[in-house]
């Protein structure tokens, strides 16, 4: 069974310009979890899914972040006009209706 | 969820047992008690959960105190590859699905050989 994966492992974008960074959760997992770290500090929760729908967005900044979680397909956290202080590691994670959360290895987004 | 208290930093030797505590005094009686682990910059991992009872499985124990005000994480034989930051973290768990999980600032772990 394979784990949660996440590409692109590395992104390095231009200031202004927009990231993507998705997420499988494991096989037969329905929520998925995302989370950011930033350089020296601890996991901060942004947002959990289920299949199409939000479900807690509490930890999402209010403007450029967005993340959905299609039918078919992916999770996909999106970053319009990165900011140098948008760099970070980006953590996905899913869970079945149980309680623990697998993570995924991150994906490390640099602006330059 | 309640908030969790743990030493910044521990060291431990390689083969001997590592006893990482966590405060948890706050704790409501429906919130479990969940231990991660960070290895260098690596996703979290889980390593194991409990509510009341003590736990073990193949990776560690957790023992909480009977006023599940406490609990410690036992990692049976440690080794180098164990050199990690851990966390503690207290949240409730419903039957609907597993909400966020908080994360502290964690005890870095340093095996030394």
Known sequence: ???????????????GQEARLRCSPM?????????????????????????????DESGMPKERFSAEFPKEGPSILRIQQVVRGDSAAYFCASSTSSYEQYFGPGTRLTVT | DAKTTQPPSMDCAEG?????????????GNEYVYWYRQIHSQGPQYIIHGLKNNETN??????????R????????HATLRDTAVYYCIVRVATVQGAQKLVFGQGTRLTINP
């Open chain 2, 16 to 28: 001997r047992a590592a006893n990482l505590p966590c405060n948890h005094s706050t704790i409501s």
């Open chain 2, 58 to 67: 193949e990776m560690a124990s957790l023992i909480i105190t009977e006023d």
């Open chain 1, 1 to 15: 069974n394979a784990g949660v994966m996440q590409n692109p492992r590395h992104l390095v974008r231009r200031r």
């Open chain 2, 69 to 76: 005000k406490s609990s410690t994480l036992i990692l049976p």
């Open chain 1, 27 to 55: 096989k037969g997992h329905s929520h998925v979890y995302w989370y950011r770290q930033l350089p020296e500090e601890g996991l901060k929760f942004m947002v959990y899914l289920q299949k199409e729908n939000i479900i």
